[in-house]
Structure formats: structure tokens, C-alpha cells
């Protein structure tokens, strides 16, 4: 094809690796003779509805060692939106703007890296496109921390965020352990409807330690009476019991236990929290123990002091397929990784429609979950364990990591 240009940009909720992502498009469409400018745009699909877009083959010239900064910086170096298009068939006006744009622009190709919702606007806009019999190549390339895209065997942003989380678990086991007097601790991990993150926890048991000592997922009805009698059981073995419970656990009827505090997104999803608090609540009234609970929240998504090399060197790879994917012709896909060994781990990347992916959610197999519904087994551990491997060289100065500054975004229009 005649030489064109690209889009890239990001979407959802931030991770570790999804710059990574886009330093991998970055630097295999640098490599490419059929590619010129290559384009951020801004806040999502927003920055393409604002004309709001940055020249990122510029900016690989001006910023010294742009792409193996952006590569190990955290969160989203083009910003991010939840912004959800209508279906074209009700009103096309949105898709027909955005369609003039890529033609405004010379584009050959749109990527598009995020979550469940991003692959959304990816279907949306592949289906609209061969409506109109374009010839343009639009490539989701996937990140979240939940884990919960169906087909691929596991999410960029995952990894460095279960290391993060098993890491802080094996840190809170320290401080609370020094105390003998008896103790519940229960940290609230994200995953509103997948139990992927509170699995992670898991990660901190070693040859000395056993916590968390109990488990609760989404995946899994949540019992009360359960809940009491599996503390119980615990405080007779020993004195201080760490808890890692989903924000999104149901009870029974299917009700999350903290929907009395929750609203809805644009996308229709709950926001929750509390669901620790709720917790500690039960235990207090129950058992009158100490008990305290801890929401670990947005402290497990940009953790790059803490990120997984096997996440960051995967992301980064997604990102230079895509390019290769494209300019194959490709189009309406997104891009997957295929588990082919654990031991030694080893992955391949692949791709598939768009339309398998979108509107749907991976959970925990309940095989992976013990009958108890309160642990997790051995083979969620051994699936988990190589994804937290490996630590990337990150530069530091004045003791702080150095991150691509991201100055364009915090400020007012």
C-alpha cells in the first residue's frame, strides 16, 4: 500500500504495561516504510472527536530515549476516556466524524489499546467501517489488570498488578504479625465481576508465610454465616488472620455485598467499594475482635516500581505485532497471547475477531477455586506465578523513578 498513517490511542482504566504497548507500535511502525506520522490522540476516542492529537514521531526525536522511557512508565501516556459510541445504526454521525478524521489524517490504520469497553469501540468502528467498504486496518491491543478478556490466555497490566499485590500482601503479613494479640485483617483487592487480582494475593505464601489465610471471589456466592464460621476456624490455628476479598463479591440472591454504595458508569458497571468495610462490620459485631480492613484501590494499577518484566516485555511485543498485523491487511481483530508451555513459560502471540471478545468476560474457572469457595488451587497458582517474573531496569533520580512526563494531559483546555 501507499505510504499512510497511523492513530494510536488508549482507553479504560491505566496499568503498568500499557505504554508499554505503545512504545511497541511506536518503534515497529518507525521500522516501517509503509507508515509515516504516527499519531497519539487524547483522551481516548476523544482526542479524535477534538482534533486533539500528538505527533509521536516528533516527539521520539525531541524526548531522549523516548520509547524505553514510555516503555517502563506507568498509567497512559495519551490519557484515557470511558467513552461509549452509540450503535451507528441508530445514529452514524459520531463514526461518520470519526471516518473523515482518518481520511483528513491519511490513516491506514487505528489501534486502539484497552480493556472490555475499549474492545467495544473497536467492534463498533470495525463493523462500521466494512459497512462503508473502508479499507482502513483497526487492531484492539489488550490491557486491564482484571484479567478478564475471554480467549487470551491472560491481559497485559495483569502481571505487574498481581506482583504488586502479592507484594503488598507479604508486606502486610510482616506488620501485622509482630502483634500477639489476636487480629482479622481484610484487604479489598479490585475485580468487580472476576476474581483475577484477590487470586494474586496468593502469590505472598512462601516457607514462612500462609497468608492470605482466606479468599473470597465474585465467582463464588458470599455466605455471612460462612464468612464467620471460616474466621473462626482460622483463630483457633492462629492469632492474626489476613482476609483478600473481590470488591465484587455476591452474596446468594446475586447482590453485591457493597451495592448500597455503588453507581453506575457510562458502560452500566457499578462502582463499588466498601465491600472491606462491610467486612470488618460482620466480624466486629460477630466475634468483637480487632479487626481492620485495607483497599489496596488505585494503588494496584500504576505500581511500576513493582512491575513484572514478563508484563512489560509482552505488552511491548502485542504493540510491535499489531504493526505487522496491519500491514498484512488485517483488520477487525485484536490481538491474543497463547500459552504454549509452563514450564519452561512460554507464550505466542496470535490474533482473533473482534467480535469474540467484545461484551464478554472471562472469570475464574470455579475448578481453580477450592470446594470451600474460600482458597484457590495449585493450578491457579502455577497459571499465575510466571506472569510476576523479572524486574525492568527503571532509571531513577533523586531516589523517585523516572517516568515520561505526561504534562500535556494535566492541564485545562
Known amino acids: 500500500m501507499s505510504q499512510k498513517n497511523i492513530i494510536i490511542a488508549q482507553s479504560g482504566g491505566p496499568t503498568v504495561a500499557i ?41 521520539v526525536n525531541e524526548i531522549p530515549d523516548f520509547i524505553q522511557t514510555l516503555k517502563t512508565s506507568p498509567s497512559m501516556y495519551l490519557g484515557s476516556c470511558r467513552h461509549k459510541l452509540p450503535e451507528y445504526e441508530d445514529d452514524d454521525a459520531p463514526y461518520a466524524f470519526i471516518f473523515n478524521q482518518f481520511k483528513k489524517y491519511n490513516i491506514g490504520a487505528f489501534f486502539y489499546i484497552g480493556g472490555n ?27 486491564t489488570i482484571d484479567n478478564d478478556l475471554c480467549i487470551t490466555d491472560h491481559t497485559p497490566g495483569y502481571g505487574s498488578a498481581a506482583k504488586y499485590i502479592a507484594s503488598s500482601m507479604l508486606e502486610i503479613a510482616h506488620d501485622t504479625f509482630i502483634y500477639s494479640v489476636p487480629s482479622i485483617t481484610i484487604v479489598e483487592i479490585m475485580g468487580r465481576d472476576a476474581g483475577w487480582l484477590t487470586a494474586s494475593a496468593a502469590l505472598a505464601r512462601n516457607e514462612y508465610n500462609t497468608a492470605p489465610h482466606l479468599m473470597y471471589f465474585p465467582e463464588v456466592p458470599f455466605s455471612k454465616e460462612q464468612f464467620i464460621n471460616d474466621i473462626k476456624h482460622q ?92 500491514e498484512e491487511g488485517l483488520t477487525k481483530c485484536m490481538l491474543i497471547l497463547k500459552r504454549t508451555s509452563d514450564s519452561p513459560y512460554n507464550v505466542e502471540i496470535d490474533k482473533v475477531d473482534i467480535d469474540q471478545i467484545a461484551n464478554n468476560a472471562k472469570s475464574i474457572p470455579r475448578n481453580w477455586i477450592n470446594e470451600a469457595g474460600n482458597d484457590i488451587t495449585d493450578e491457579l497458582y502455577n497459571y499465575m506465578l510466571p506472569l510476576i517474573t523479572g524486574e525492568p531496569d527503571i532509571l531513577y533520580k533523586n531516589g523517585l523513578p523516572v517516568y515520561l512526563p505526561v504534562s500535556h494531559l494535566d492541564k485545562l483546555d
Not at 21 to 47: K, P, Q, R
Not at 262 to 281: I, R
Request: contains cysteine; aromatic residues 6%; glycine residues 8%.
Open 19 to 59: 505504554n508499554a504497548s505503545l512504545a511497541g507500535v511506536i518503534s515497529a511502525a518507525l521500522e516501517n516504510d509503509n507508515y509515516g506520522t504516527i499519531y497519539g490522540s487524547v483522551y481516548g476516542i476523544l482526542g479524535i472527536f477534538n482534533d486533539n492529537l500528538i505527533n509521536l514521531s516528533d516527539k
Open 235 to 326: 483463630l483457633s490455628l492462629r492469632n492474626n488472620v489476613i482476609v483478600a476479598v473481590s470488591e465484587g463479591i455476591r452474596n446468594e440472591d446475586g447482590q453485591y455485598i457493597s451495592a448500597s454504595a455503588a453507581v453506575n458508569d457510562q458502560f452500566g458497571h457499578l462502582q463499588l467499594s466498601g465491600t472491606g468495610k462491610c467486612l470488618e462490620y460482620i466480624i466486629k459485631e460477630a466475634l468483637n475482635i480487632k479487626v481492620r480492613s485495607i483497599e489496596l484501590n488505585v494503588l494496584q494499577r500504576c505500581a511500576a516500581h513493582s512491575s513484572s518484566l514478563t508484563d512489560i516485555n509482552e505488552s511491548f511485543e502485542l504493540g510491535r505485532k499489531a504493526i505487522q498485523y496491519s
Open 117 to 143: 469497553d475499549s474492545m467495544d469501540t473497536v467492534l463498533k468502528l470495525s463493523h462500521y467501517g466494512r459497512q462503508i467498504d473502508s479499507d482502513i486496518r483497526i487492531i484492539g491491543i489488550p490491557k
